[in-house]
């Protein structure tokens, strides 16, 4: 068995500042949305279908979003589903697929808990970076979900 490579100091200082942004971030927006009655869960499904054509996607495309499982995809829809703020429908022309459809309710509720989430983002991130610091953790970003194996399919207002 041979050695972990284990993190220098450097390297550990880094990953510990990641973990305390990832952790304070997702605090920020979760406090929010309590604001407004959702989850963050609830938002994570919502702002893709909100700004897909006609409202809806396949659960395939939602699931790959997100980065959930089909249980667990499966579940929240389930809930959200129960709630009234999406629904779900067969495809026509494929047995195996559904599409996930935001309702006028959901979409309501999107639109109302985006603006709080939107100046939270700026608050405790992008108003914090120059422009050169956006661009590089965007690529950061970008490479180490392609590492990662986290599917790179485009929002639905990135086509």
Do not use: C
């Amino acid at each position: 068995m041979t050695e972990p490579r284990w993190l220098d100091p450097q390297e550990r200082r880094m990953w510990r500042a990641y973990l305390r942004m990832q952790r304070a971030i997702e605090v920020a927006l979760v406090r929010q949305l309590g604001e407004t009655g959702i989850s963050r869960t609830d938002f994570e499904v919502l702002v893709p279908l909100s700004e897909a054509k006609d409202r809806s996607l396949r659960v395939r495309d939602l699931a790959s979003w997100t980065g959930w499982d089909r249980s667990r995809i499966s579940h929240q829809l389930r809930r959200m589903e129960e709630r009234g703020l999406i629904t779900r429908e067969d495809v026509a022309d494929d047995a195996r697929g559904t599409m996930v459809r935001l309702t006028d309710k959901g979409y309501e509720i999107t639109v109302a808990a985006a603006p709080g989430q939107v100046e939270t983002v700026r608050r405790v991130l992008v108003d914090l970076l120059d422009p050169a610091e956006i661009d590089q953790l965007t690529t950061i970003g970008e490479r180490v979900a392609t590492a990662a194996g986290y599917a790179n399919l485009p929002y639905p207002d990135e086509r």
